[in-house]
């Protein structure tokens, strides 16, 4: 990005230059969708494109936030914490909550955000913003808190100020990302291990379907309260933490304990995606890309028919992409109920791909789909 537009954006806003910029990119999540709450393990990786804060003092106890993005802009002081907006500041704020509930005084700020993830596509724009906020408070206040901490920040401030009730995954990606790598990540400790993705001459596609979702008010806080049901039916005869702590086996051994039907799909999908996750994390190591293809497929068809979490342009975008010549593997990637796919494409076939999937999408949906190929960067980061 050409940084001199926000740069300029920020004086006609703020009527003084830019003193620091930062950033922290999106994510895309390989495979491992639905388990980071669930004490699972992922496999995401950071995306070269994200969210730009820019940041200025000022003297007063104040805070100041507009976005190139959108039009709504705010001046605030604590106060706010008590009239929580529905604009999209409520994420930024609920991080500044948290530096102020520590006693860290996250005032006297003018910022600006610019962002280049598509919204509501699944691609972390939440969290993205959210971390970008954390490292830049934490960089001006000289508060000496590390970037695990900033991203365990991020996600209570998603969780409990904004009241969207999801995992750590997002947040670590965005904070923990290097170039060139995708990250194993223990959702239950939080050990990772750093991946190199060799993909031998394939590429990962990201098709975004255009059909916004809004995790908040969609089922997403259904499907985990309904996890955390089954583990405690689970836990009247065993003492298992999380519901990824079972294998398959163990599962079968106390499905009589979850009396509903639907509920007993979402631990399957829980149980059966670990177990995925690992196997792909193992296969890619080991550079068999059809056998990590065909676990993407798989959990694409756990994810409509156990956590239903799909729908028809999703489930028309990985299904028709999975057909198509030179492509391993195709899934929904993010929370799900709209959204992206991520596909493992032949480098060879890649403009194919893009312009057959886009015609059969918009010929059954009616959408136009678009399309970036995934470049692989780091994580969060102050740029001056």
Request: overall charge negative; proline content about 2%.
């Amino acid at each position: 990005m050409d940084t001199g537009v926000l740069e300029q954006r920020f004086e006609e806003i703020y009527g003084t230059k830019v003193e620091h910029l930062y950033f922290a990119p999106g994510r895309v999540n390989l495979i491992g969708e639905h388990i980071d709450y669930n004490g699972g393990r992922v496999f995401p990786c950071a995306l070269s494109f994200g969210t730009y804060l820019a940041v200025a003092r000022r003297d007063d106890r104040k805070i100041a936030f507009a976005s190139m993005n959108q039009t709504f802009q705010v001046e605030c002081d604590q106060s706010i914490f008590e009239n929580k907006p529905d604009e999209w500041v409520k994420y930024p704020l609920g991080v500044v909550k948290e530096f102020s509930d520590r006693g860290l005084a996250p005032w006297g700020f003018n910022i600006l955000y610019f962002g280049n993830i598509p919204n509501g596509a699944g691609l972390s724009s939440s969290a993205s913003i959210e971390v970008v906020t954390a490292f830049m408070l934490n960089d001006q206040l000289n508060a000496g808190l590390d970037v695990v901490e900033l991203v365990k920040m991020s996600q209570r401030a998603e969780n409990v100020f904004v009241g969207m009730n999801c995992g750590i995954m997002d947040q670590f990606a965005v904070g923990m990302g290097k170039k060139g790598h995708a990250i194993a990540l223990d959702c239950s400790t939080l050990d990772y291990d750093l991946i190199p993705l060799n993909l031998n001459g394939y590429k990962l596609v990201i098709t975004n379907s255009n059909k916004n979702h809004d995790l908040v008010t969609s089922e997403y806080n259904v499907r985990r309260s309904q996890c955390e049901q089954a583990l405690a039916d689970i836990n009247q005869e065993l003492d298992v933490k999380h519901l990824c702590d079972l294998s398959e086996e163990e599962l079968e051994r106390v499905r009589h304990l979850i009396s509903d039907e639907t509920v007993y799909r979402r631990v399957r999908h829980a149980v059966t995606e670990n177990e995925r996750v690992n196997e792909a994390i193992d296969v890619l190591q080991k550079g068999d890309l059809v056998r990590f293809g065909e676990l993407m497929n798989a959990s694409h068809r756990s994810l409509k028919k156990d956590y239903e979490v799909t729908g028809v342009e999703m489930d028309t975008l990985a299904e028709e992409g999975q057909k198509l010549p030179g492509v391993l593997g195709s899934r929904i990637t993010g929370g799900g109920f709209g959204g992206c796919t991520v596909s493992l494409v032949n480098e060879d076939n890649v403009q194919e791909f893009i312009e057959k999937l886009a015609s059969v999408y918009h010929a059954k949906v009616g959408f136009n789909a678009e399309f970036y190929v995934a470049d692989i960067g780091d994580g969060v980061r102050k740029i001056y």
